[in-house]
């Protein structure tokens, strides 16, 4: 199965582009953004859950250590 989530590189503005089953759900900017799009979804555990977990995110370029 592939990951549900997939955050894109950093842009010139300083933000990733976060997929969720193939919908755009905005800008994240941090990972509190990422979260506040995980709460919105209602991924069950979203407070918790491991942002590296490949099993369910997908990170194009550098990983969740870098947001600009």
Not at 22 to 39: K, P, V, W, Y
Not at 46 to 66: H, K, M, R
């Amino acid at each position: 199965m592939d990951p549900r989530i997939v955050i894109h590189r950093p842009d010139d503005e300083g933000g990733r582009r976060v997929h969720v089953d193939g919908i755009i759900l905005g800008l994240a900017r941090n990972e509190a953004d990422l979260r506040e799009f995980l709460r919105r979804v209602e991924l069950p555990g979203w407070e918790d859950v491991d942002i590296t977990d490949s099993s369910l995110f997908e990170w194009e370029g550098p990983g969740p250590e870098s947001w600009a």
